[in-house]
């Protein structure tokens, strides 16, 4: 999971980025809003850490103009703003989780794995790929215009395959996102689920979009032009 942390000071940027890292996630850093703003519209994140005060653009405008342009990625304010006031503000804004300065690394990492499990209800309403449409908000999936029953499971699982699409997803992030519990990564649970949904989704249609990859876990994307 690729993260980004907004924070204007070195020592605490530093500490998160080594932190993060240390338990599987990929990090960047903007020391700034108006390079946070960027990476942002083109980084392809899964979540940012942001805190309030920044050079320039301030946390609360960046979360603004985000939500603005119908950005869901998931935001965690980080900061040492502490007041109600701040925080009511900020999740008004559109944060999904405030933590106040000074904090626990351990409950920082906690709310962060809370958010990226609630993140498949977020973002945009219809995801594609190729002939494949899921409706988010209606719980709908179509391939080649036939309406595919799902179960609520199943449709969890193609909805988190298809904002990822083109990624490869472990099957120890399947499990945690998709039943919300840490299963072994060797546990057959996924692999007999996603038996069943291939059954409905690729079985009955030339193309195959659910791929596995041994060993680690499973990709939607289209090859047919390969």
């Known amino acids: 999971m690729k993260l980004l942390i907004v924070e204007d000071e070195p020592k605490t940027a530093g500490f998160l980025k080594k932190g993060l890292e240390e338990n599987g996630f990929s990090a960047d850093i903007a020391t700034d809003g ?4 960027s990476l ?9 850490i942001l ?15 985000m939500r603005q342009r119908r950005d869901q990625t998931p935001v965690l304010f980080l900061t040492a703003r502490d007041a109600v006031a701040d925080r009511v503000q900020g999740l008004e804004l559109g944060a999904d ?20 499990r609630r993140g498949p209800q977020r973002q945009s309403a219809t995801l594609q790929v190729a002939d494949l449409v899921i409706d988010v908000q209606r719980h709908r999936a179509l391939r080649a215009g036939r309406l595919l029953d799902l179960t609520p499971k199943e ?3 193609l909805a988190l395959l298809a ?26 649970v996924v692999d007999v689920h996603m038996h069943r949904l291939r059954a409905k989704v690729d079985d009955p249609f030339a193309a195959r979009l659910i791929h596995t990859v041994r060993g680690i876990g ?9």
């Open 51 to 65: 805190d309030a005060m920044l050079p320039g653009i301030d946390g609360w405008t960046l979360l603004k103009e």
């Open 155 to 157: 449709f969890l699982l």
């Open 218 to 226: 499973y990709v939607l994307e289209d090859r047919s032009g390969a």
């Open 97 to 116: 989780d405030y933590l106040v300065k000074p904090f626990a690394f351990s409950e920082l990492l906690a709310r962060i794995r809370t958010i990226l």
């Open 163 to 188: 904002r990822r699409a083109g990624d490869v997803i472990t099957r120890t992030l399947i499990a945690e996102q998709v039943w919300d519990i840490n299963f072994d990564s060797g546990a057959n």
């Open 34 to 37: 108006a390079i946070a703003g």
């Open 40 to 48: 942002i519209r083109h980084g392809g994140y899964d979540l940012v």
